[in-house]
Nanobody, 127 residues
């Protein structure tokens, strides 16, 4: 059974940057997908970004496109989310998830398609 552990959250001022990490322990496959989602109080879980373990393909939510970058280090079984130009509205708990199996855009944007989740890491953007 794969387990995911996120880290890197914290408090940052508007315009600042943070880098989140998600380490996967256990067996993953190159065709699996890894996604970042976020959830603010009282809101549904929102798609942020996704990538295939093979590195062939990245996808972003409209709210973060151009500001966030997802990447992975397959040797370390780690996925990263570099977040720049942070805004107040980026404040949320960020979760990484593992999609086992077919990983295409429509599937990766749907949180119900993920079988494993991390515990989440809080990101707060405030002056």
């Amino acid at each position: 059974q794969v387990q995911l552990v996120e880290s890197g959250g914290g408090l940052v001022q508007p315009g600042g940057s943070l880098r989140l990490s998600c380490v996967a322990s256990g067996r993953t496959h190159r065709d699996d997908g890894m996604g970042w989602f976020r959830q603010a109080p009282g809101k549904e879980r929102e798609f942020v970004a996704a990538i295939r373990w093979s590195g062939a393909g990245t996808w972003y939510g409209d709210a973060v496109n151009g500001r966030f970058v997802i990447s992975r280090d397959s040797a370390k079984n780690t996925v990263f989310l570099q977040m720049d130009s942070l805004k107040h509205e980026d404040t949320a708990v960020y979760y990484c998830g593992l999609r086992q199996g077919r990983a295409i855009s429509a599937i990766l944007r749907d949180p119900s398609q993920y079988s494993v989740w991390g515990q989440g890491t809080q990101v707060t953007v405030s002056s």
